[in-house]
Structure formats: C-alpha cells, structure tokens
C-alpha cells in the first residue's frame, strides 16, 4: 500500500512539472497569436528571425505571416531507356540546381532561353499575341514594305524599292533600250542597210535624171517617196537614243510624218492612174490635175494634214521625256525597274499613224482598182504588190504589238516592232518599185533607150479609149483594161513618159 501511494505521489508530480513547462513552452506562441489577432494588427509586425523551433527545426514566417516554402525539384529525364523522376535540385528560401544533373533536348548542354519568344530579324515586324504582351509572332514586310520600326511595315515611295532585308528604302534602277541590246542591234542593221540602198537608189536616179527609165517613174513623186523611205529607215535611230525633250518632239514628227510622205506619193501616182484610165472610158480629153506640178500640190496638202495633226498634238500636250515606274514593276522588288520613256502612249500612237494607215489603205484600194491598165503606161503593178505586202506587214504588227502591253519587257518588244515594222513597208516600197529600174539603168543600158517618139498623154488616153470602141471584149475586161490589139500595135519595148 504504501509503495501504490509513493508511485502515485511521484506520478502526479511528473504530471505537474511537464504541465508547467508546456504552458511555458506555449506562452510566446499564444502572445504571438493574441497580437495577431489583437484589434490593431497592422501594427503589429512578426519577426521572422525569432529565435523559437519546433522539434528543433527553427520556426519563420516571411511579412505576410506564411512560413517559407520547401520544395524538391524533379526532371524527367530518360536514361538507358528507363524514365524516372531525378532530383535535380530543391528551394527553400533561394533556389538551388545542380547543372551537372540536368538533362536538355538533343543532348546540348547550354541552357535554352527561358522566353516566350525570340526577337524578330530585321525587316520582320512584331505582332504581339492577344493578352500576352511578352509574346509576339514575327511577320516579313514582304513585297515593297521596310520595316519602319517594331511593330510597324510600311509602303516604299513608288520610285523606291525595299533593300534586301527590307529595312530602308532605295531607288528604282533607271533602264531604256541601249544601243549595244540585241533588242536594237537588228532594227539598227536593217535601218543601215536602207539608207545605204535608199541613196544609192536617189544618187543612181540623179545621174540617170534624163534617161527614159526616170522619166517614166515620175521624178517629181519618185524624189518625193525616196524621201519618206529616208525618213523611215531614220526614224529607228530616233526610237532607240535616249529620251529627252527633243528627241521626243523629233519622235512625235518624224514617225508618222515618213509613212505620210511615202503612202500620199503612192497615193497620188494611184489616183492619177485610176483617173486616167477612167476618164479615158468616157472620153479623149485628160483629167485636170495630173501635170508634175499637180501632183506635187496634192502630195504635200496630204502630208500636211500629218503635220497639222502633229502641231495640235503639241499645243495640247507638248513633249517630254518621263521615268515609268509601273511599267516593269514586278512582284519581285529586286527585279523592279523605272522604264525612261516618251510620253506617247498606245492611244497617242495609234492616232500618230492613224493617218499614215488611212492613206496606205485608200492607196492600195486604188492599187486594186487599177491593176489591169497596161503595164507599159504605168507602175500600177508594182504599186499594188508593194501595198499588198505593206498590209499584211502591218497586220502582223498589230497584234504583236499591243499583244505585249503586259509584259516586262513591253518597252523591248515594242520599240523593236515597231522600227522594223516600218523599216521594211520602207524596203518593200523601195525594192518592189525602184530596184528593178537601177538595175536597168546599170546593168541593161541598152533598154534605157526610147526607141520610138514619145507620145503625150492625150494620145495614150485616145489609144485606150478608141481600144475599148473597137474591141467587143475591152468592155468585159476589169477596169476597162486597155490592153487590146489596137494598143499592142502601139506598145513597144521603149518606156512612155507619164510626165
């Protein structure tokens, strides 16, 4: 009995001195949680350092009253094809890796860039992604845009182009058709070649001035259209130097004004055959109007039409010279090019020799007309062959050049149509009429003789005329062709002055 009450004296006085000294124990944390939760807490303020623990690890708390966070930091990581989670490193109150633990994509051992995305090259703009202003996608000012600044692209002047990383502007190159371009070599060497031919042909007829071969080609008209054949081999050399006011204005001139003066002599040799010949049907007497000096007169009231047209052309829109930059402006700015031209456009050019087209069809309807007269009175043969190949050569022409108004090398193909077109209506007029007479001339003097008295005009429309009366069949014959016994009787191998 005594030993149960010894035990239990001793067990209550173990009891008592663990109570005292956990209510000991506990009073700094209940005075921490009586100022926590006093009525002014924001004055009251928690110490992390405070020198208490629990089970030995010390007790903090940051300024917002949570104790600090501890945590482990795994990576998954593969090894000899077994997955598993490694300790890499871990965080308490600063972080902690271990490098030399950590595993990266590919086997790289630098650390990749912790951001949402990377910068932009230059000449790429940024487009920031919607909520998230750390993150941009990068977008190319791409076509004639440079960038302006980060988050901007913006159009080049239209006679700038975008440099190759498209982060300022420079000028358009500046082309035009230079004399050493395949695209003007062969136009060049055909205009050489007619010139040389043409006054070779108008020093042969100087010479030969009074010799029955001229004379029966119409000097007057034939120096006349020997003329416009000049003017239109010339006029390539003015469609290939370089643009400026006065080799425009010499364009605006003289590429219409050469096809006018060789289609209105043509013109006019026509017609005065055709009214002979017609006149000649009803009656003896001559038409009006076919003396040389006439036919001047007509020749030139019909040339200056083209120069009327001309000088209104200038008093509406006087010439210049331009730099087009949409003409080889393709979607490629490296390729891009401002073409050096003449302000004539395909509208003005048509109008240009509009009237040198009217002419040449009106003068081969006259070709048609007449090509049954008898070939010894007239050049109405070779005068109607020539128109019919100058047509076909401009109906060629039309859809070659208009055809080619959107492509890049438009100013190429164009010029060189153009100049060859008419290079060769002047080489056709030139070989067709007067090439076969040089080389009578030269070659064959002894058919440059008149062996007869030549006869006058009046006297050939009488021939005609009294050929259609006496021979039934004249009258069944086109355009009241003449060629009938009666004026085989009066052929001869000589040549009849039409002067």
Request: glycine residues 4%.
């Given at each position: 009995l005594w030993l149960e009450k010894n035990l239990l004296a001793e067990w209550k006085a173990l009891s008592l001195e663990v109570e005292v000294y956990l209510c000991f124990s506990l009073i700094p944390l209940f005075e921490v949680l009586h100022n926590v939760s006093s009525s002014e807490p924001q004055k009251k303020t928690l110490n992390p350092l405070m020198p208490w623990s629990i089970a030995g690890s010390p007790v903090q708390f940051n300024e917002n009253g949570d104790a600090p966070g501890r945590y482990d930091i795994y990576q998954y990581q593969i090894k000899n094809k077994t997955a598993e989670y490694k300790t890499i490193g871990h965080w308490t109150d600063q972080l902690y890796l271990n490098m030399r633990a950590m595993q990266w994509p590919g086997g790289v051992k630098q650390v990749p860039a912790s951001i949402c995305s990377q910068p932009c090259d230059p000449g790429w703009r940024k487009k920031i992604v919607k909520g998230m202003s750390c993150c941009w996608h990068c977008d190319r000012c791409d076509?004639?845009?440079?960038?302006?600044?980060?988050?901007?692209?913006?159009?080049?002047?239209?006679?700038?182009?975008?440099?190759?990383?498209?982060?300022?502007?420079?000028?358009?190159?500046?082309?035009?058709?230079?004399?050493?371009?395949?695209?003007?070599?062969?136009?060049?060497?055909?205009?050489?070649?007619?010139?040389?031919?043409?006054?070779?042909?108008?020093?042969?007829?100087?010479?030969?001035?009074?010799?029955?071969?001229?004379?029966?080609?119409?000097?007057?008209?034939?120096?006349?259209?020997?003329?416009?054949?000049?003017?239109?081999?010339?006029?390539?050399?003015?469609?290939?130097?370089?643009?400026?006011?006065?080799?425009?204005?010499?364009?605006?001139?003289?590429?219409?004004?050469?096809?006018?003066?060789?289609?209105?002599?043509?013109?006019?040799?026509?017609?005065?055959?055709?009214?002979?010949?017609?006149?000649?049907?009803?009656?003896?007497?001559?038409?009006?109007?076919?003396?040389?000096?006439?036919?001047?007169?007509?020749?030139?009231?019909?040339i200056s039409v083209q120069l009327l047209g001309v000088c209104i052309w200038f008093a509406m829109d006087p010439s210049q010279a331009l730099i087009d930059y949409e003409d080889q402006r393709t979607a490629d700015p490296e390729m891009a090019r401002g073409v050096l031209k003449c302000d004539i456009s395909d509208l003005s050019l048509i109008c240009l020799l509009g009237y040198s087209m009217l002419l040449m069809v009106t003068c081969t309807v006259y070709a048609i007309k007449t090509r049954g007269v008898p070939e010894t009175f007239n050049e109405a043969k070779p005068i109607g062959f020539t128109m019919y190949t100058t047509c076909i050569i401009w109906l060629a022409f039309i859809p070659i050049f208009f055809g080619t108004s959107q492509s890049t090398e438009k100013m190429y193909i164009q010029t060189t149509t153009l100049t060859i077109s008419v290079s060769l209506s002047a080489s056709v007029s030139l070989g067709m009429l007067y090439m076969p007479k040089v080389y009578v001339v030269l070659f064959h003097p002894e058919q440059n003789v008149a062996k007869r008295s030549t006869r006058s005009l009046k006297a050939v429309v009488t021939a005609a005329t009294m050929s259609n009366k006496f021979n039934p069949k004249a009258s069944l014959r086109p355009n009241g062709e003449a060629k009938s016994e009666l004026c085989e009787n009066l052929e001869t191998q000589g040549y009849v002055d039409d002067n």
């Open positions: 076509g004639y845009q440079y960038q302006h600044d980060l988050y901007t692209c913006k159009m080049c002047r239209f006679d700038l182009r975008p440099n190759k990383n498209h982060t300022a502007c420079q000028p358009i190159p500046i082309v035009k058709l230079e004399w050493s371009s395949p695209w003007a070599v062969i136009p060049v060497l055909i205009a050489i070649l007619g010139i040389i031919a043409t006054l070779f042909v108008v020093v042969t007829f100087i010479r030969y001035n009074d010799t029955p071969i001229v004379k029966a080609s119409g000097r007057e008209l034939s120096y006349v259209l020997l003329t416009g054949i000049f003017l239109c081999y010339a006029t390539t050399f003015l469609m290939i130097s370089t643009p400026d006011v006065g080799i425009c204005s010499l364009r605006r001139i003289f590429l219409g004004l050469g096809m006018s003066i060789s289609y209105a002599a043509l013109l006019t040799k026509t017609n005065r055959i055709y009214r002979i010949f017609e006149q000649g049907k009803m009656t003896v007497s001559a038409p009006r109007f076919i003396s040389p000096a006439s036919q001047l007169v007509i020749t030139f009231s019909l």
